[in-house]
């Protein structure tokens, strides 16, 4: 049974830099990873945040171009998020996914997704 199973998540001040890692276990074989955002305190929609495929292209969100960097260690399956220059917009449970594209490349449609991690909480103060 595949588990993806995020860890890193804290509290931090405006400016601060976090780092978030996912171990994907149970046989994960997906093409495409990435993490999503949502932050239930203010009622938004879950986000896509950053995507990375098996030959390593990334995707980002404008909102984290530059400040974060997505990257995937294989064989291990191990994906991370490094976050830099943290924003209070920032905030809100994060989350890992995996699967598949619908077309030729990874994006952020949640349906390609068909693996998610339970989230792990980032909280930026100002």
């Known amino acids: 049974q595949v588990q993806l199973v995020e860890s890193g998540g804290d509290s931090v001040q405006a400016g601060g830099s976090l780092r978030l890692s996912c171990a994907a276990s149970?046989?994960?074989?997906?093409?495409?990873m990435g993490w999503f955002r949502q932050d239930t305190g203010r009622e938004r929609v879950r986000e896509w945040v950053a995507l990375v495929d098996r030959r390593g292209r990334t995707t980002y969100a404008d909102s984290v171009k530059g400040r974060f960097t997505i990257s995937l260690a294989n064989p291990r399956h191990t994906l991370y998020l490094e976050m830099n220059s943290l924003i209070p917009d920032d905030t809100g449970m994060y989350y890992c996914?995996?699967?598949?594209?619908?077309?030729?490349?990874?994006?952020?449609?949640?349906?390609?997704?068909?693996?998610w991690g339970q989230g792990t909480q980032v909280t930026v103060s100002s």
């Open positions: 996914a995996g699967g598949w594209p619908a077309g030729d490349h990874c994006t952020g449609w949640e349906d390609s997704y068909k693996y």
């Open positions: 149970g046989g994960f074989s997906g093409f495409c």
